[in-house]
């Protein structure tokens, strides 16, 4: 019995708005938003522009799709679930620390950054997903009793590390890493 094939030979595969998203955001973190062009994605996935306004009405479009895409990435609202509604808010606290370190979730955190520093509407976007994680960072740190400036600080700097350990200590192995991010919330949760 033969094989039937979905793509003839020759041919390119479909590229879905998934692919565009993944590659947008590549090139967002790597080159910023004026990267972020139709030409540039078109040839970072090996298809025809035409491609691109199967899934997106213009650029203006990509850039929305591109901000709900990189919120998506986010696990943080999973936390919230009854899953680990059970856990201890210091138990919570290190899963948090433990998936952001993890899956990298804030890879894409300070392209995003410097571009809310070009457009205002992203700058909204961007402070809402900010303030979403920090009270619930908040929030945590407030059941388990600490109030006022300590609270504050303690909120801020495991947000701090959480969004900018990578870029800052690139250098760190996975091992150190985690080595050192248990040393810190023990730090952080110690009275």
């Not at 990509?62 to 990435?73: G, T």
């Not at 908040?138 to 388990?144: D, P, S, T, V, Y």
Request: overall charge positive; proline content about 2%.
């Amino acid at each position: 019995m033969t094989q039937m094939k979905l793509v003839p030979d020759g041919a390119r595969p479909r590229v879905s708005k998934q692919d565009w998203l993944d590659a947008a955001l590549k090139l967002l973190r790597i080159g910023g938003i004026e990267a972020v062009r139709v030409e540039r994605l078109s040839a970072e996935l090996g298809v025809a522009k035409s491609g691109f306004y199967y899934h997106f009405r213009d650029r203006a479009d990509l850039h929305n799709a591109l901000l709900d895409h990189w919120r998506a990435l986010d696990e943080l609202p999973a936390l919230r679930k009854s899953a680990i509604a059970g856990m201890s808010p210091a138990a919570r606290l290190a899963l948090i620390a433990e998936i952001v370190d993890r899956d990298d979730l804030s890879r894409y955190d300070f392209a995003i950054r410097q571009w809310a520093r070009q457009d205002a509407r992203v700058r909204r976007i961007w402070r809402a997903e900010m303030n979403y994680r920090i009270d619930l960072i908040r929030g945590l740190f407030a059941e388990l009793g600490f109030t006022g400036d300590d609270l504050e600080n303690r909120t801020r700097l495991f947000v701090a590390y959480a969004v900018s350990e990578r870029d800052i200590f690139s250098e760190l192995s996975a091992k150190d890493r985690v080595r050192l991010r248990e040393m810190r919330l023990q730090l952080l949760l110690s009275r």
